[in-house]
């Protein structure tokens, strides 16, 4: 089973956006997917839920120290979305069986100077300062067009132990297709296709790295 956690420091960074669109890929690909939800406000819980006939369902079911134990054997994909400003820990009941962890960023300065000391934490945990549990970067809501959203993206690199695999425009289709229990990977048109083309390194870095 491929584990995928999900963590940052900084509240409002995207981690239920890269949660849920990551579901909607595996699912597609005809994985069985769960999402472990840990964070209070449940939110990729509550988009499983509300996923339409017409989709490949995703298992979802609320976080806890024995929540990966519990879900089905012959789940493929489960992806743990964590709490906001999340602790060493609160991470410990995953870090033991998470194949790849995944810290998704803004590009601002306070969202980059959280992430800076969230970093060190992780760096100081045991499976990960060993190479044993694999980190990546996703910047999330660029503007690739402006120069501050560039620029925050190599201050990112520069700062940090951890590669940054990816780079997500911000876009009001993550915003509408939540609201409907869908991803960009439940549909086929030229639409979303930019949006599907920006996970493509994410997805093979976690391929990879698992």
């Given at each position: 089973?491929?584990?995928?956690?999900?963590?940052?420091?900084?509240?409002?960074?995207?981690?239920?956006?890269?949660?849920?669109?990551?579901?909607?890929?595996?699912?597609?690909?005809?994985?069985?997917?769960?999402?472990?939800?840990?964070?209070?406000?449940?939110?990729?819980?509550?988009?499983a839920?509300?996923?339409?006939?017409?989709?490949?369902?995703?298992?979802?079911?609320?976080?806890g120290?024995?929540?990966?134990?519990?879900?089905?054997?012959?789940?493929?994909?489960?992806?743990?979305?964590?709490?906001?400003?999340?602790?060493?820990?609160?991470l410990?009941?995953?870090?033991?069986?998470?194949?790849?962890?995944?810290?998704?960023?803004?590009?601002?300065?306070?969202?980059?100077?959280?992430?800076?000391?969230?970093?060190?934490l992780?760096?100081?945990?045991?499976?990960?300062?060993r190479?044993?549990?694999?980190v990546?970067?996703v910047?999330?809501?660029l503007?690739?067009?402006?120069?501050?959203?560039?620029?925050?993206?190599?201050?990112?690199?520069?700062?940090s132990?951890?590669?940054?695999?990816?780079?997500?425009?911000?876009?009001?289709a993550?915003?509408?297709?939540?609201?409907?229990?869908?991803?960009?990977?439940?549909?086929?048109?030229?639409?979303?296709?930019?949006?599907?083309?920006?996970?493509?390194?994410?997805?093979?870095?976690?391929?990879?790295?698992?």
């Open positions: 089973m491929l584990t995928m956690l999900v963590a940052s420091s900084k509240g409002g960074c995207g981690k239920t956006t890269v949660v849920t669109q990551a579901a909607s890929h595996y699912a597609q690909a005809n994985k069985r997917v769960a999402i472990v939800d840990a964070d209070r406000q449940q939110s990729s819980y509550r988009w839920a509300r996923r339409p006939e017409n989709v490949p369902g995703v298992l979802a079911v609320d976080g120290r024995r929540a990966l134990d519990k879900l089905p054997e012959d789940t493929d994909v489960a992806i743990v979305d964590t709490p906001a400003g999340v602790t060493e820990k609160e410990e009941p995953y870090l033991e069986q998470a194949n790849v962890l995944v810290v998704p960023v803004l590009p601002s300065s306070f969202d980059l100077d959280a992430t800076t000391d969230f970093l060190k992780l760096h100081g945990i045991p499976r990960v300062r190479g044993k549990l694999p990546a970067l910047g999330n809501r503007k690739p067009w402006t120069n501050a959203s560039q620029d925050a993206m190599v201050q990112l690199a520069e700062a132990p951890f590669p940054v695999v990816a780079q997500l425009r911000d876009s009001q993550y915003v509408l297709l939540t609201a409907l229990g869908k991803g960009i990977f439940d549909y086929h048109s030229e639409n979303v296709r930019g949006h599907q083309d920006d996970w493509s390194k994410l997805l093979r870095w976690i391929k990879r790295s698992s």
